[in-house]
């Protein structure tokens, strides 16, 4: 090892040049996983804080312009900033995984189109929704008739209702708060999601709950909705979350948060 230079400068007693250090893999040794977040999202970040609590894991975020009324018009045009947002996170930097946070745009605009536009910025990377995680978790979890609980208005859900079925997934039991303002819909309480999610769930059709919307908040609420059903509850949020956690290798099973982050 060389020799640590040290250089006498007036008014210090110690100014040491060139200190040795090592290199580790930093905050994110395990997984670095980038997180494009809408510009009204409130809560997403909020809830990858608290999904993504152990050693090694780390998401980064970025922030994509869009308007807060909730219709396929300003949805599909979230497409254009796509590639933009994935490449202002980390430039240079390999990522694990790259998530797109809204729900209802990877419906209007389609995973394959979402992929494309990151893979712009990102070639090859490991990419996810929260729709394609909804997917990959019901797959896990053995679901396949589901709850379905938003905030939109019809023309979204009905969009999403057969962007599901076309996928496999039956959609028998619908509910929405009906509210197009994300930012309010940021501030629906957790009492309010909780009771929705309770009477949707408790229909006899249906196997699982998907609670869609990343503004949406329902990680905390998720294993005590499952304990009184009986039956597996995951949301926007929450399967992105996982299926970052799965896409990016770490495999292991994390109690507290619900049936899905213990398969």
Request: proline share 5%.
């Amino acid at each position: 090892m060389a020799a640590v230079e040290s250089i006498e400068t007036p008014g210090l007693l110690v100014n040491r040049k060139h200190m040795p250090f090592e290199l580790d893999g930093g905050v994110a040794a395990r997984a670095r996983i980038g997180l494009i977040v809408l510009a009204t999202d409130h809560t997403i970040e909020h809830e990858f804080r608290q999904l993504m609590q152990m050693p090694g894991v780390a998401y980064y975020a970025t922030r994509i312009e869009n308007a807060p009324e909730i219709n396929p018009t300003t949805l599909a045009a979230m497409e254009q900033g796509l590639a933009g947002a994935a490449r202002v996170i980390l430039p240079g930097i390999p990522l694990d995984v790259v998530a797109y946070g809204c729900t209802s745009a990877s419906v209007v605009i389609g995973e394959e189109k979402v992929f494309e536009r990151i893979h712009e910025a990102r070639p090859g990377v490991k990419c996810t929704t929260p729709i394609t995680a909804l997917q990959a978790g019901l797959k896990a979890l053995g679901g396949k008739r589901i709850a379905l609980l938003t905030p939109y208005i019809d023309s979204v859900n009905n969009r999403f209702k057969t962007y599901l079925e076309a996928r496999g997934i039956e959609v028998p039991v619908v509910g929405s708060f009906n509210h197009e303002d994300d930012n309010e819909v940021a501030c629906i309480s957790t009492q309010s999601i909780y009771a929705a999610a309770l009477e949707l769930g408790r229909h006899p059709s249906v196997d699982a709950v998907f609670v869609s919307c990343t503004s949406l908040r329902v990680a905390a609420i998720a294993d005590s909705l499952e304990r009184e059903l009986g039956k597996p509850v995951t949301s926007s949020n929450h399967a992105m979350a996982w299926h970052c956690l799965r896409l990016a290798g770490i495999t292991e099973p994390i109690e507290g948060w619900g049936r899905l982050f213990r398969v």
